[in-house]
């Protein structure tokens, strides 16, 4: 027997580009929402163009917008309709997709919705019960609300990269543009909170979502620290305050690390035992949490030192083994392989009509009787304009003909004559 999943029946027309809004999106179609992904021929995601191209096996193909593995990984279990929203004809279809849907999500900046006649205003006027989730950089309110970021440039605002380096160094991105899947699962949950209102009282609302802030939660400990006592905690480098000792030592083999762990004395006595080193529990300069603080950096040496004769894998395994907090750092060809996450289905195989059988990671849960998974690959550009457009608004084959001859639907970008997009929305 199927079973219903839980967003089963909700239908969201997904505005969504880059990382953030598109993987808010590909949760919800996870969770059974039918998420319509919304772009036009001239301002598509610019993943598709601009974006460094991941492509199967480095190969961009003669219609490489729809390869990108980026927009595939985040855009699964979605339906694609291309829609020109600066055209009358565009606007006009668009409203009345959001007469027949619950949800509107979008990250352009402030300025763009209103600018397109398209603000939560116009949009509850034709649609009491719509939700407009608006994931902007800076929020919709706010001195700073008309200010346009990436993720990388969030990781400073929120406070990130204040704390990532050393004491004694500059400070340091982690590498990645941490705040965009941070914004995607928490604009996720704001949605559920917005339908649960939408239930009790019949009406929708508009979330209005900073992803500064919610980058700025992962600091929050530094955060209520400086409320409370004025004083700004210090960078760590890979220390873990309050416990000792924690940090990232080397393992056998080149670029082979694990970090550990200890928060108390028990622990230590546990490490100790693991190390085959009992005498050093009595050891005077590391009988106690002040002790090992005190001398951190001679401990850190002697465990270092015992680290590096072991392979990663096994050291996790004897220190897990013997009660120690401890994880190995592993690469991306170690995470794809690793048999603790193929044993839980994390990695998902896809058959995708244009990249080919790929595979993609999943989500970090799980539903006892709502089996989640990929139902379908992500969609090609404008692969249902003729489903969605017939299904939801009953339109034959001769107005779907016009526009797609007057180019406000279609099937492929409009490039400019550098290989980019059109143009693009900020």
């Given at each position: 027997?199927?079973?219903?999943?839980?967003?089963?029946?909700?239908?969201?027309?997904?505005l969504?580009?880059?990382?953030?809004?598109p993987?808010?999106?590909?949760?919800w179609?996870?969770?059974?929402?039918?998420?319509?992904?919304?772009?036009?021929?001239a301002?598509?995601?610019?993943?598709?163009?601009q974006?460094?191209?991941?492509?199967?096996?480095?190969?961009?193909?003669?219609?490489?917008?729809?390869?990108?593995?980026?927009?595939?990984?985040?855009?699964?279990?979605?339906?694609?309709?291309?829609?020109?929203?600066?055209?009358?004809?565009?606007?006009?279809?668009?409203?009345?997709?959001?007469?027949?849907?619950?949800?509107?999500?979008?990250?352009?900046?402030?300025?763009?919705?209103?600018?397109l006649?398209l603000?939560?205003?116009?949009?509850?006027?034709?649609?009491?019960?719509?939700?407009?989730?608006?994931?902007?950089?800076?929020?919709?309110?706010?001195?700073?609300?008309?200010?346009?970021?990436?993720?990388?440039?969030?990781?400073?605002?929120?406070?990130?990269?204040?704390?990532?380096?050393?004491?004694?160094?500059?400070?340091?991105?982690?590498?990645?543009?941490?705040?965009?899947?941070?914004?995607?699962?928490?604009?996720?949950?704001?949605?559920?909170?917005?339908?649960?209102h939408?239930?009790?009282?019949?009406?929708?609302?508009?979330?209005?979502f900073?992803?500064?802030?919610?980058?700025?939660?992962?600091?929050?400990?530094?955060?209520?620290?400086?409320?409370?006592?004025?004083?700004?905690?210090?960078?760590?480098?890979?220390?873990?305050?309050?416990?000792?000792p924690?940090?990232?030592?080397?393992?056998?083999?080149?670029?082979?690390?694990?970090?550990?762990?200890?928060?108390?004395?028990?622990?230590?006595g546990?490490?100790?035992?693991?190390?085959?080193?009992?005498?050093?529990?009595?050891?005077?300069?590391?009988?106690?949490?002040?002790?090992?603080?005190?001398h951190?950096?001679?401990?850190?040496?002697?465990?270092?030192?015992?680290?590096?004769?072991?392979?990663?894998?096994?050291?996790?395994a004897l220190?897990?083994?013997?009660?120690?907090?401890?994880?190995?750092?592993?690469?991306?060809?170690?995470?794809?392989?690793?048999?603790?996450l193929?044993?839980?289905?994390?990695?998902?195989?896809?058959?995708?009509?244009?990249a080919?059988?790929?595979?993609?990671?999943?989500?970090?849960?799980?539903?006892?009787?709502?089996?989640?998974?990929?139902?379908?690959?992500?969609?090609t550009?404008?692969?249902?304009?003729?489903?969605?457009?017939?299904?939801?608004?009953?339109?034959?084959?001769?107005?779907?003909?016009?526009?797609?001859?007057?180019?406000?639907?279609?099937?492929?970008?409009?490039?400019?004559?550098?290989?980019?997009?059109?143009?693009?929305?900020?």
């Amino acid at each position: 027997m199927n079973r219903p999943l839980p967003l089963e029946g909700i239908r969201i027309l997904d505005l969504g580009q880059f990382w953030a809004a598109p993987s808010a999106g590909r949760a919800w179609a996870d969770a059974g929402a039918d998420v319509i992904k919304v772009e036009s021929q001239a301002r598509p995601d610019p993943l598709r163009i601009q974006a460094r191209g991941i492509y199967p096996d480095h190969q961009a193909g003669e219609d490489h917008w729809n390869r990108s593995g980026m927009v595939n990984e985040r855009n699964r279990n979605k339906r694609s309709l291309t829609l020109d929203l600066t055209h009358p004809r565009g606007h006009e279809i668009f409203m009345r997709l959001v007469n027949v849907s619950d949800v509107v999500s979008q990250n352009y900046s402030r300025r763009v919705m209103p600018s397109l006649g398209l603000d939560y205003e116009t949009l509850a006027a034709a649609n009491p019960q719509i939700i407009m989730v608006s994931i902007l950089s800076q929020g919709l309110e706010g001195p700073e609300s008309d200010y346009v970021s990436y993720g990388q440039n969030l990781e400073q605002l929120g406070g990130i990269s204040y704390f990532s380096g050393y004491p004694d160094d500059w400070n340091h991105t982690v590498g990645f543009a941490l705040p965009d899947p941070l914004a995607g699962v928490t604009a996720a949950f704001s949605l559920l909170a917005a339908l649960r209102h939408r239930e009790r009282t019949g009406r929708g609302l508009h979330v209005d979502f900073s992803q500064r802030e919610a980058a700025s939660l992962v600091v929050g400990d530094a955060l209520v620290e400086y409320s409370l006592t004025g004083a700004s905690p210090r960078r760590l480098g890979n220390h873990e305050p309050g416990a000792f000792p924690s940090g990232c030592y080397p393992c056998a083999g080149e670029d082979r690390w694990i970090t550990l762990s200890v928060r108390n004395d028990q622990d230590w006595g546990r490490l100790c035992r693991a190390m085959l080193r009992p005498a050093l529990v009595d050891d005077p300069r590391f009988m106690t949490l002040i002790a090992r603080k005190r001398h951190s950096d001679e401990l850190d040496a002697v465990i270092s030192e015992w680290t590096a004769q072991y392979e990663h894998h096994a050291l996790l395994a004897l220190l897990q083994d013997n009660g120690i907090s401890a994880g190995a750092l592993l690469n991306p060809r170690e995470l794809f392989q690793d048999p603790h996450l193929r044993t839980r289905g994390f990695w998902e195989r896809v058959e995708d009509p244009s990249a080919g059988t790929q595979e993609y990671y999943g989500r970090g849960y799980r539903l006892s009787l709502a089996p989640l998974g990929t139902r379908a690959p992500a969609p090609t550009l404008g692969q249902h304009n003729r489903e969605i457009l017939g299904e939801l608004l009953g339109m034959g084959t001769d107005e779907f003909e016009e526009l797609e001859r007057g180019g406000v639907i279609g099937t492929r970008p409009l490039l400019s004559e550098s290989g980019g997009m059109a143009g693009s929305r900020r």
